[in-house]
C-alpha cells in the first residue's frame, strides 16, 4: 500500500530529503572503492582548492563543530591524506594541507564526483540540473532571521 504523502509533499524539506536518499546512495556506491564519506570528500575538496585555509575557516565553511572536524581530520591525517602544518607568521596557526596521498585520492575522487550523479539525475535535462543547483545554492546561503 502506498502512503498518503500529501501533507507532506508542498514542503521543500521533505522534497530535498527524498530527493538526498538517491544521491546518497550514489555517492556511497561510487566512493566506496575510494573509502571516502561525503563529508571527508567535501574535506579534501576544500583543503585542495583553498590553499592557507585553517581549521576555522573549514569549519565554519562546512558548519561543523571544532571538536567534529578535529575527529575528521584526525581520521585524514592517520590515513595520510591531510596534514596540520604550522604557520610560519603565526606560529598559532595550524593551515591544512594534503599530502601527496590525499592531493591523490582527492583529484580520483572528483574524476567519479563528475559523473556519480548521472544516473540519478538522467530524468533531468542540464539547464534543469544547473537551475536546481542554483536554487539549492540560493536556500543554502539564506540565514534563519535574517529577512
Known amino acids: 500500500m502506498d502512503l498518503d504523502t500529501t ?10 530529503s527524498r530527493a538526498a536518499i538517491p544521491l546518497k546512495h ?9 573509502g571516502l564519506k561525503a563529508i571527508e570528500f567535501s574535506v579534501l575538496v576544500l583543503i585542495a582548492t583553498n590553499p592557507r585555509l ?11 563543530s571544532a571538536p567534529n ?7 585524514l591525517a592517520e ?3 591531510v596534514e596540520r602544518v604550522r604557520g610560519t607568521v603565526d606560529r598559532r596557526e ?3 594541507e594534503l599530502t601527496a ?3 591523490e585520492l582527492t583529484a580520483r575522487a572528483e574524476r567519479v564526483a563528475g559523473t556519480m550523479e548521472h544516473e540519478v539525475l538522467q530524468g533531468l535535462s542540464e539547464a534543469e540540473r ?3 543547483i542554483e536554487l539549492l545554492h540560493k536556500v543554502g546561503a539564506s540565514r534563519p532571521g535574517s529577512h
Open 54 to 64: 585553517n581549521q576555522k575557516q573549514l569549519g565554519n565553511a562546512l558548519a561543523l
Open 26 to 34: 550514489a555517492f556511497a556506491h561510487h566512493m566506496a572503492p575510494l
Open 7 to 16: 501533507h507532506l509533499a508542498h514542503l521543500v524539506g521533505y522534497a530535498t
Open 101 to 103: 596521498a590525499g592531493a
Open 79 to 81: 590515513r595520510g591524506l
Open 69 to 75: 572536524l578535529a575527529v575528521i581530520l584526525d581520521r
Open 94 to 96: 595550524h593551515r591544512l
Open 130 to 132: 544547473a537551475l536546481l
